[in-house]
């Protein structure tokens, strides 16, 4: 069974959030202290166990530096489009 659309913009999300929280060098439990959060906060939205709603969202990319709008706007944006090659 294929994923649906918004299983994927979540799997993508997610995979966004870890690859900052590594490129800013900082480990679940130091993300979740600037989160003043448990570390299974972190851990549950990484692994896809919850969902992060608006409000924690924006929380989340503050703490880690990152813009909450250039998020969102890859999140929306088309996939890139392949040269489809026709055979003769």
Do not use: C, W
Request: glycine share 6%; hydrophobic share 40%; charged share 30%.
């Amino acid at each position: 069974m294929s994923q649906s659309t918004p299983d994927l913009t979540n799997e993508h999300l997610r995979k966004i959030l870890i690859q900052a929280r590594n490129a800013a060098g900082l480990t679940q439990a130091k993300l979740a202290e600037r989160l003043r959060r448990p570390q299974s906060f972190v851990s549950k939205y990484e692994r896809g166990e919850r969902r992060l709603d608006i409000g924690e969202f924006i929380e989340v990319a503050g703490a880690l530096g990152i813009d909450p709008v250039s998020v969102v706007a890859d999140l929306v944006a088309p996939p890139p489009k392949t040269k489809l090659t026709s055979r003769r």
